[in-house]
């Protein structure tokens, strides 16, 4: 069952911009059959689904609230938001850049501007009582959120994903970060997008997974957040998300006290399992499931396993 998009009365997107989402939705029907819901950010038209029930009885109270990372979108969480919009309202939102939102070709895609994004959509959606789901930059973007609203935040779901510094760039990332080569690789080719669905995963992508993560991502333009994103990793205190990942790092402490469910792919090349650590030394209480036959794309290559830790870790701190 598909529920109506809680939206409230705005503006309506671009004509371009809804014909393009319905154009890369006939590519994806079967596996994302979800209503299309859209709000006017700070930085330009986000794309998002909101399904299940709204009204505050029961678990419907806790909203879950899905963030991805690069170079995913929604599509990402589909069986999140299949798996539990009968009893939970599920929103999961396509970053700017991404998915079926908008892609500005001149606006910053630095992690404060994203944060700002899914800050002002949690606003309007007055989320309250909310459980994190959070997968690569959606940690940072999504703690990002959680540091300035602790009071709106209930729990936590992790998933290969990090919201403070990393100790080092892996040479594949690295690669991607240089000037020229970068853009030609990651836009021109959309080399990262291909490697992706290739090398986070710990088996090979049903065809229909692999179609449904590459669909908004067919062209130079409609790229340009995934390599703007791979260019915003601060690495240096010059870097200009610098100032603001320590915001967030040093913010995290507000949120010790809140239930913590950690569920990583051991595959990770990425995030490797060290990350874990990292997760404990500020979170010491969070309850860790490792996947050993998953990779980063977690949701892909163990979904039913995942939903099983989510949805045990949703009972136990109802």
């Known amino acids: 069952m598909s529920a109506e998009p809680h939206t409230k009365s705005a503006p309506a997107p671009p004509t371009a911009l809804l014909e393009q989402a319905a154009s890369t939705r006939t590519k994806i029907a079967d596996a994302y059959p979800f209503e299309s819901a859209w709000f006017q950010a700070?930085?330009?038209?986000?794309?998002?689904?909101?399904?299940?029930p709204t009204s505050p009885s029961g678990s419907a109270a806790a909203p879950l609230l899905c963030v991805h990372g690069n170079p995913t979108w929604s599509f990402y969480f589909r069986?999140?938001?299949?798996?539990?919009r009968e009893t939970h309202r599920v929103v999961a939102v396509d970053h700017l850049g991404c998915g079926l939102s908008e892609k500005p070709q001149d606006w910053s895609y630095q992690l404060a501007d994203h944060v700002a994004n899914l800050e002002a959509l949690v606003l309007e959606l007055d989320l309250k009582n909310i459980t994190l789901v959070l997968h690569d930059w959606g940690g940072a973007i999504g703690m990002g959120v959680a540091?300035?609203?602790p009071e709106r935040i209930g729990r936590i779901l992790l998933g290969n994903t990090a919201a403070f510094f990393?100790?080092?760039?892996?040479?594949?990332?690295?690669a991607s970060r240089l000037p020229v080569l970068g853009p030609l690789l990651l836009r021109g080719f959309g080399a990262f997008s291909q490697a992706a669905v290739r090398m986070a995963v710990a088996r090979p992508l049903d065809p229909i997974a692999k179609r449904g993560l590459?669909?908004?991502?067919?062209?130079?333009h409609d790229r340009i957040a995934q390599w703007r994103f791979v260019k915003d990793i601060p690495m240096q205190p010059s870097h200009p998300s610098?100032?603001?990942?320590?915001?967030?790092?040093?913010?995290?402490?507000?949120?010790?006290?809140?239930?913590?469910?950690?569920?990583w792919g051991m595959q990770d090349w990425c995030f490797t399992p060290a990350?874990?650590?990292?997760?404990?030394?500020?979170?010491?209480?969070?309850?860790?499931?490792?996947?050993?036959?998953?990779?980063?794309?977690?949701?892909e290559d163990a979904p039913l396993e995942t939903l099983a830790v989510y949805r045990s870790f949703l009972e136990e701190h109802a």
């Open 42 to 52: 700070p930085g330009g038209w986000l794309h998002y689904v909101d399904e299940g």
């Open 79 to 84: 069986s999140v938001v299949r798996g539990f």
């Open 147 to 149: 540091t300035r609203h």
């Open 166 to 174: 990393a100790d080092r760039l892996p040479k594949r990332i690295a």
């Open 214 to 220: 590459l669909a908004p991502y067919g062209s130079w």
């Open 242 to 263: 610098w100032d603001e990942l320590a915001r967030i790092d040093a913010g995290l402490a507000a949120l010790r006290t809140k239930p913590m469910g950690i569920a």
């Open 275 to 299: 990350y874990i650590d990292d997760w404990l030394k500020r979170f010491p209480d969070a309850e860790v499931t490792r996947v050993e036959a998953a990779s980063h794309y977690l949701l």
